[in-house]
């Protein structure tokens, strides 16, 4: 059988899909390939087809055993032998399994990467037939993406036992330097590189600022999703289950998903949903990977995913039918503050230095007013117009620009005076008059740009920043510090001008209806105790009433986020500058403190 045959009998389709013909052409002629094709393309045929072509069987490599279970159903269902080696099975099940390999039957075999690579493994596969490796997601080998797994790195040492077997390494998910990265981990062999389409004509996509937690604009984008099928994605277990409730008493057919559920239960989800039984599944991240429901008609964020990437992957389960889907991610500036205290756990500084860098990228995403499918290009190295009616920000009214050349042409003289050697925090301090140790330290108060900057808030100078980060005038060095481009040096030359949407100049701070959001998964009250009796202490000392010092909701997040640092301090609601010189240092101590009790 030809290729086409082999399409039309087992996979039941007459043509090929974009990219798919080269990857089979690439792999029956013995190259080595890495294919970079968004959720939906039809990757699996890519290597399904060319095994059924061949004597031998294949080999995947895959990072979870559900996933594996599910391509080999399928498999067999369509007629083709293939089988999983994992963990979960029984001593007669892999005998089973061993002797349809020995016996030469087997076309598709799926294997976790730690299993691959132990060396009996390796030497059991030196005795079979093995046309070729595939590495499925294949971004998980690269520190550089954004689920770097250290088994998948190891998966280098099949080109030292194989080195005349080729390697196909598929991903829905690369930037450029991912790409690479993959490539050269792999040691592939001067291979075809195939890459996708980033813009997902059919998504349409859009952000907005979260108000409160958000229930309200929920409700306000389901109206217009009626009766379809969709994922809201939550950041905890705890609001997957409330926002899952609360659609429940409003009538909409909704089910929680995530990590803690009993496995049954977890099933029994999935299954409802993939039936058309329940419209919506609730689930925080760990729902929807390898899903295979075209019909999901709307992928709801209600708050910042940690990377691109992710975020991405996951709008990606939308649509995959090629009908118009939609998309919203609610998210406010705490979310980023959060995710930036959890990366700070990660041991490893350089992968923490990686993991920063994407967060900062996934924000100025939501709070950029560019294309967003244009800047989705940009991200993974692809170019794609703007979309003109396929994004909240194409589609908005021309905002009402106000002109900030002054502010950042302050900001660029504090980045140039001070070396391009220090990050956004400490630049925003400088222009801000800020007495901080660091600040001393370098005599920043020195300079002539110590404390011009007064007259905007912390949070202003951020919105100003993100946009400049918006325009390319300035991009992040080493430890994040900021450092100029070419366009910001001809801004801070006089040469060029940089406006920004006027509503961005507001304070949020002080707006009543855009209060920041604390999402707190247990209760911390006796955190909270500690830190108002300290206020008492303080109020009664001063004369003053308590309020006046700090408002129970800036209490309510110093106890929720107990900051480490001066730094995290200014981030939380109700703590300026000044607040913080009279009485950040006891709470500052009082936080520390809590802290290491746990
Ligand atoms: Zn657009």
Request: aromatic share 8%; net charge neutral; charged share 30%.
């Amino acid at each position: 059988m030809d290729k086409y045959q082999v399409l039309k009998e087992y996979f039941g389709y007459e043509q090929f899909r974009p990219f798919q013909e080269e990857s089979i052409d690439a792999l029956l002629g013995g190259r080595d390939l890495l294919t970079i094709l968004p959720t939906g393309a039809g990757k699996s045929l890519c290597y399904q087809l060319p095994t059924l072509m061949s004597e031998g069987l294949s080999v995947v490599v895959s990072p979870l055993i559900a996933l594996m279970q599910d391509q080999v159903r399928n498999l067999q269902v369509s007629g083709i032998e293939a089988v999983t080696i994992h963990s979960d099975l029984s001593e007669a099940e892999r005998n089973d399994i061993f002797g349809k390999l020995h016996g030469g039957r087997v076309k598709l075999l799926y294997v976790a990467p730690e299993r691959l690579i132990l060396p009996s493994f390796i030497d059991f596969l030196k005795k079979l037939h093995v046309n070729f490796f595939v590495i499925d997601e294949a971004h998980c080998v690269s520190e550089w993406g954004h689920e770097f797994r250290s088994d998948y790195q190891q998966l280098a040492l099949l080109k030292e036992h194989f080195p005349d077997t080729p390697i196909a390494a598929f991903t829905a998910t690369a930037t450029r330097e991912v790409a690479v990265d993959i490539a050269k981990s792999l040691r592939l062999n001067d291979p075809l590189i195939l890459r996708g389409n980033v813009f997902r004509e059919n998504l349409h996509v859009s952000c907005m600022p979260r108000h409160q937690n958000g229930r309200s604009q929920v409700l306000d984008f389901l109206k217009d999703h009626r009766d379809e099928s969709g994922i809201i994605y939550t950041f905890t277990r705890k609001e997957c289950e409330d926002l899952a409730r609360f659609l429940q008493s409003h009538n909409i057919s909704a089910k929680a998903y995530h990590a803690r559920l009993e496995k049954e239960e977890k099933q029994r989800v999935y299954e409802d949903f993939v039936h058309d039984r329940i419209d919506i599944v609730v689930a925080t991240i760990a729902f929807g990977m390898g899903i295979d429901k075209s019909n999901i008609r709307f992928v709801l964020h209600t708050s910042l995913p940690k990377t691109l990437e992710s975020y991405y992957q996951e709008i990606g389960r939308a649509g995959r039918d090629g009908l118009p889907s939609h998309t919203l991610l609610l998210f406010n500036k705490s979310d980023e503050i959060q995710k930036r205290e959890l990366i700070q756990n990660t041991p490893n500084e350089h992968y923490r230095e990686i993991l920063e860098g994407k967060l900062s990228k996934m924000y100025r995403y939501a709070v950029g007013s560019g294309c967003r499918h244009r800047v989705m290009g940009q991200y993974f190295g692809d170019e794609v117009e703007a979309c003109g009616d396929k994004c909240d920000n194409c589609q908005r009214e021309p905002a009402q620009m106000e002109d900030i050349t002054r502010e950042v042409r302050m900001f660029l003289s504090a980045v140039y005076r001070t070396g391009s050697r220090f990050g956004q925090n400490h630049l925003i301090d400088l222009l801000r008059g800020s007495k901080s140790a660091k600040i001393a330290q370098f005599d920043h108060d020195k300079l002539s740009v110590y404390g011009i900057g007064t007259e905007r808030s912390k949070q202003v100078w951020q919105r100003i920043i993100d946009r400049l980060f918006d325009i390319e005038a300035i991009t992040t060095g080493e430890h994040r510090a900021i450092v100029m481009r070419e366009k910001g040096v001809q801004i801070l030359k006089g040469a060029q001008k940089v406006e920004i949407d006027a509503t961005h100049l507001v304070d949020l701070k002080r707006s009543s209806n855009l209060k920041l959001e604390i999402e707190r998964d247990t209760p911390k009250d006796e955190k909270f105790e500690a830190l108002r009796e300290l206020r008492a202490r303080l109020a009664k000392a001063a004369n003053l009433p308590a309020y006046i010092i700090f408002s129970d909701k800036t209490l309510l997040e110093l106890a929720s986020y107990l900051p480490k640092n001066k730094a995290e301090m200014l981030a939380i609601n109700g703590i300026g500058e000044v607040k913080y010189e009279r009485y950040g240092e006891p709470f500052l101590e009082l936080c520390l403190k809590l802290r290491s009790e746990g």
